[in-house]
């Protein structure tokens, strides 16, 4: 059973392009959650999905962010229009059904996101 | 404000000795707090769960306690090992249980 899959690793945009970052969760997982790590900060909590449904966005920034996590394929974050400061660390994390966030998210490698 | 404070200095302890990481958060409360491993370049690994109505928590070197009075959590690893060196990060669910909050994280670095 492979574990959360992020792709890719590593990802440089210049000022301006879109920035698409892409999560498999873990088998059977239906509930996806996007984090940022800013260095030398914790990880901040950004979106809450379910598949087709976007459950919590509250850390989303208003403009340029948007997230889904369509009914086949991979949970998609994306960034338009990236800014020096949208470099960072993203990382994705999984859980099987919601109640489950009780017990342990499983993440990923993340997707490290350099704006040049 | 909420905030979930760890020691943002590094902790070093020589191989052997005992870790003790510190947890505190406030205007929170949490049924649950998580602690989780990251190592450079990687996710976060979990490694322990606590309810609000446990007091401790143990698996294998590592033990957690969670005074919900205090509101304080300490982790703590025994017979530290050179391969324990990482940080480590406490989670709290909020927000409804939809999401888990994190502290800043604390690097532990054992040392021979």
């Known amino acids: 059973n492979a574990g959360v899959m992020q792709n890719p690793r590593h990802l440089v945009r210049r000022r301006g392009q879109e920035a698409r970052l892409r999560c498999s969760p873990m088998k059977g997982h239906s509930h996806v959650y996007w984090y940022r790590q800013l260095p030398e900060e914790g990880l901040k909590f950004m979106v809450y999905l379910q598949k087709e449904n976007i459950i919590d966005e509250s850390g989303m920034p208003k403009e340029r962010f948007s997230a889904e996590f369509p009914k086949e394929g991979p949970s998609i974050l994306r960034i338009q229009q990236v800014v020096r400061g949208d470099s960072a660390a993203y990382f994705c994390?999984?859980?099987?059904?919601?109640?489950?966030?009780?017990?342990?998210?499983?993440f990923g490698q993340g997707t490290r996101l350099t704006v040049v | 404000s909420q905030k979930i404070e760890q020691n943002s200095e590094a902790l070093n302890i020589q191989e052997g000795k005992t870790a003790t990481l510190t947890c505190n958060y406030t205007n929170y409360s949490p049924a649950y707090l998580q602690w989780y491993r990251q190592d450079p370049g990687r996710g976060p690994v979990f490694l322990l769960l606590?309810?609000?109505?446990?007091k401790e928590k143990r698996k294998e070197r590592l033990k957690v306690t969670f005074d919900t009075t205090l509101k304080q959590s300490l982790f703590h690893i025994t017979a530290s090992q050179p391969a324990d060196s990482a940080t480590y990060l406490c989670?709290?669910?909020?927000?409804?249980?939809?999401?888990?909050?994190f502290g800043t994280g604390t690097q532990l670095k054992v040392e021979l």
């Open positions: 989670a709290l669910l909020t927000g409804g249980g939809n999401k888990l909050t």
């Open positions: 606590i309810r609000e109505n446990e």
């Open positions: 994390a999984s859980s099987p059904h919601e109640a489950d966030m009780n017990t342990e998210a499983f």
